[in-house]
């Protein structure tokens, strides 16, 4: 049995550390640890030079472990791993010990206990490393296809983005028509150009697409399976389809939020329509309308939907030049709360529809608009919050700005592929900054109004995104799962299935085997929670890298037992 | 009791509760040094018997981090934690431990100052209640100190 | 319905379940070497089934056997005992349509001990004990005394909550119904003395039974919820616990024990009975036992198609523990 050498690598991180805890003396404190065969201490493990000291002491020592004490395994384990790899150790075989987030940088004026700290989480460290087993990182193969759910804008845009690349790619749609909320739109901001003109040659290069396959109309109606290999089954009509797929977009959109039934008057008075109804209209052709009232955050940034759902706003704006191009002697106003009209362009467009004679009128949350008026809306009184005093305008219509909403089947589609959805029920991405287009699950992309409201250059642009990050893996043609996955000691599990039912993943079948049932994980699926070993309690069930062993090692090493306690020196 | 100084573990899990401490970290917040934290990946990996263990070796109290529920990164997690350290806690509570050495909280990456504050009011708690010496051998009279 | 109508039912319908093969084995009580006691029959021959007996006495839990023996068994259980084997069926540690329940509507099982206490005699002198409703005639050197049924029934049997299986093949009687709320708050007076200490004396009281205790295992040894094949106290990596009988040791067996037992553990107070040194276990299942009622308003063993306790959860679970 090959006998273990840690090498401990503590890091100054500059002043970060070393100001605070005593190196030095916690490089001493480690070369008394049991296994340990080797310490230094390091100005910035990062650095180049750091890295090379990993690499020349793994050798010269003939290291089988490595602790490093620094900063936090979030920003550097994946590098100080690739370290060990290159000088030849298992790169499973390292283990980080966090002396700044968690040590120095938060006890900086108790010096004194913060060494001792940092001593004691080196010495956990120490021990969890000593029970490390080297792991192999599982490749598994990944389909060169992908699954587009949604055929709006952005489903639409990151289609051909894969589908020019080479992926074949099944695009599902559940209406009987691509093009999504654009193809309700008449105009489009701040350009005004024509709705239809921008989306037909879209269409039509997605229909003529020898790589997509388009279903439509069509829904989704299971997946199973993991990254590189989803098992998709579509139904379209009567039939089903099933396919093998590597990644998925979620490109499902978002809907106008249609005002209940008497809401300014809403569905009660026949001239109160919303912002898409009336765009409808404007595509069939309206006469002159002489008195139209806007009001925008119909059913936004109310207690119960307190988001802003972005660019509809610009969508009023927009609307009311229309209209006042249409009618130019027409008197359009537009009640406000706060105006959003991000970026130089919409800034422009919303000083140009004040130039062409749309005024704007504030007013508050606690006063809103009344609707006045019985089967039609004749007229608004309003307070005007600036001008301080009501007023009443006359309507021949009223326009209702309302939000973008999710679909109610956000909620079955989250649980079918089991990725999140935020509080407002939108498709949550794995991290809001740094990782805005994907879903911890790896494999599934967000893009578009399914996220969040999106106007197109968004939808575009996210698409764009979702669809480079998919192509990724199916262009390497692999992808990794890291080792953390949990495994079974079947000699003693005696299959009562608590694992598989507290598996996020559906990654644990109890199987009959030799006439016993026993647990089978499938290492592929596996996200690394443990879930299933602390419902397990016998301990046939273990997690690498968190095994119970390493844990209770570390909480031994702490209070001075096992075979750390002869040998420990505070 | 006086000047004595509480050790206690804290388990974080690794995409809400560790995060949210080295955020902490990030924005310099100064804590007592009492706590040492030990990453799982989830609050579901922690199991009664490491709490149990803890305290019988003589330390002064566990702390358990997870995400708010409905924000675990492998979905339901901190459910199952929910549950398993709801009875973990309650029942040792039965048998006489003080509350206040086995504590759950929830905290998000994005909750460093939460994190201060945990670890902080524990390690008061903690120097209130007096060492642990739930497990000692001297409550029984037989003398020979073990932990 | 009387003891002995149901003993007849049982021992033809047992007989009849060997012949047809519908059974490999028959679990169920015989009279045991002493008196006023029982023991466990296990037989897959149909002679013996005329050896089965229905009493006051047939107090163990049978299906603790029930993850030992291979192939179908015909099982007796009464009330409580239904509970474990569903709560087996929900761990999957036996299937359904392996077991063939014949179910018995149980009044309650006589404690001997507090017999013994209640005439002030040892077994020996004590001729008979018959159970008629709701009294209890007990013969005794001669003398005739009668206590009502409950003063000498075991503490659990006074706060049962399902006296008559739900879940069985066959019953074996008409369903009984048992305690009132005035019987079940005596069936908590060793419990509720518990709670009305301070944690301090909880500790204490509990730190010196556990320094009786010897690690036998018999607790876990007869408790069907232990369904593990390898315990965890017979792990070495980690070792979680010391074999030697420490008290710290003897005790941290015990809880993590009731945790992993946790809703599956259906009171049926065998741990109590099997501990050679009367240490009152179920003053410490019957606390978790109402914890999970409590938190979950979940019994175990009521449903075999729920999932077990701690493999599912409500959004709602109790949250007022968490900081």
Redesign the interface.
Known sequence: MQKIRVGVFICHCGSNIASVVNVPQVVEYSKGLPNVVYAQENLYTCSADGLRSIKDKIEEYNLNRVVVASC???THEPLFRDTCEEAGLNKYLFEFV?I????S??????KE??T??AK??VK?GVVKASFLEPQEEVKVPVEPASLVIGGGIAGMTAALNLANQGFDVHLVEKEGALGGLVRRLYRLFPTNEDAEELIRPIIERVRNHKEIEIHMPAIVKDVSGYIGSFDVTVEEGNSERRFKVGTIVVATGAQELKPYHGYYGYGAMFNVLTQLELEERLRRGINHVENVVMITCVGARIPERSYCSVFCCVTAIKNAILLKENTPTAKIYVLYRELMAYGAEFENYYRKAMEVGVRFIRCGLERPPQIIGNGKAAGVKVYDELFGEEVKLPSDMVVLTTPLVPYLENEQISRML?V?LSEDKFFLEAHVKLRPVEF?TEGIYVCGSARWPADIAECISQAYAASSKAAIPMRKGFATVEP?TSFVNE????????CA??C??NAIE?QSQNGK?VAKVTAVKC?????C???C????MQ?KG?T??Q??????A??G?GIFNAQLRT | MLNYEPKFLVFCCNWCSYAGADLAGVSRLQMPPNFLVIRVMCSSRVRPEWIIKALMSGLDGVVVLGCHPGDCHYQTGNYYARRRMAITKKFLEYMGIESQRVQVSWVSASEGGKFAEVVTKVTKEMKEIGPNRLFTDERRGHGVKTT | MKDEGMESKLRSEAKALLEQGKVDYIIGFEDGSLKFTTTPLMTSDKDDTSRLVINPFIVNNLSVFLTEVMGRVGIVAKGCDSRSIVSLVQDNKVAREDVVILGVPCLGIIDLGKVEELVGKGRDEIEDIIRDGDRVVIMASGNKREFPTREVLFDNCLSCELPTPQEYDILLGEPTSLADDRERAASQKKIDSLRDMTPEQRWEFWTSEFDRCIRCYACRNVCPACFCQQCFVEETEPQWLSPLPRWQDNLMFQVVRIIHVAGRCTDCGECERACPVNIPLRSLTRGMYDIVDVLFHYRAGMDKEAPPLLATYEATDAEDFIR
Not at chain 1, 527 to 531: A, I, L, Q, S, Y
Not at chain 1, 551 to 556: R, S
């Open positions: 936090t395994p979030r966090n700044r987030e968690q040590c940088w938060v006890h900086m004026n108790i206990q913060a001792k700290k004691d989480l956990m089991k999140p911890s953390i000699s003693i599990c005696v299959g009562c299935g608590n039912l507290v996020p993943f109890v049932r996200k690394g929670c443990g879930g070993v602390a419902a309690p016998s301990g046939a997690q968190f119970d062993q844990v209770m090692g570390m909480i031994d702490l209070v037992r």
